[in-house]
């Protein structure tokens, strides 16, 4: 799809859908242990991250802008917090339960782009909403709201993308455009690497 440069919007929604089709990629092929597994010390995982895109989409292009997501039962990780509240387990949206199966939670993340997309495609981008857990300070622009939810998903997308050669070796930024040199000799290319540092 070709995006014509003098559309900021539409090239917004492409970045940020190449992003999303990018981060469940790194799930495909994997089980589900290997999905769920904590690859971090502070407990990332690849099918965690996916929920968590799916919540940060709902938040910021459902409250901010007036718009509930039609099924509350799906997302009680979601429930209402107050200033004076806070959720009971504030790593909810970061794993899977045992009762949420990948499929699950990448059909919910699949759904919730329709749910976000519904909302860019409504309204400008000056329009303004509000978002809640931002305080007083949380009055914001669609544009904004698409790069502040553009950059976060990237940063997870950067997550995913060395998780995910962590257990395989699968690398690069989506399905289709891999975006990695074919010419490089990678233990050749690490140790090299490894030689330079250990100089220091």
């Given at each position: 799809?070709?995006?014509?440069a ?41 099918l ?9 989409e ?43 199966s ?21 309204l400008?981008?000056?329009a ?15 544009h ?57």
């Open positions: 799809m070709t995006t014509p003098h559309d900021p919007k539409a090239t917004l929604k492409r970045y940020l859908q190449g992003t999303r089709e990018g981060l469940v990629w790194k799930l495909e092929g994997l089980s589900e242990r290997e999905l769920r597994l904590p690859r971090t010390p502070t407990g990332t995982n690849l965690g991250l996916v929920k968590h895109a799916a919540s940060v709902i938040g910021y292009f459902g409250d901010t802008f007036g718009r509930a997501w039609p099924s509350p039962e799906e997302i009680p990780w979601m429930a209402p917090w107050t200033d004076d509240s806070l959720p009971d387990d504030p790593q909810a949206d970061f794993y899977a339960t045992a009762d949420e990948a499929e699950q939670v990448v059909d919910l993340y699949r759904r919730v782009w329709a749910f976000a997309d519904e909302t860019i495609d409504a400008p981008l000056d303004l909403g509000r978002v809640p857990w931002w305080g007083e300070d949380g009055e914001a622009t669609l904004t709201i698409l790069v502040h939810v553009l950059a976060d998903l990237k940063q997870h997308a950067g997550h995913a993308d060395i998780l995910r050669e962590t257990i395989d070796g699968r690398v690069g930024l989506r399905e289709g455009n891999e975006n990695m040199p074919d010419e490089v000799e990678w233990p050749e290319y690490t140790t090299m690497l490894t030689a330079i540092a250990e100089r220091f």
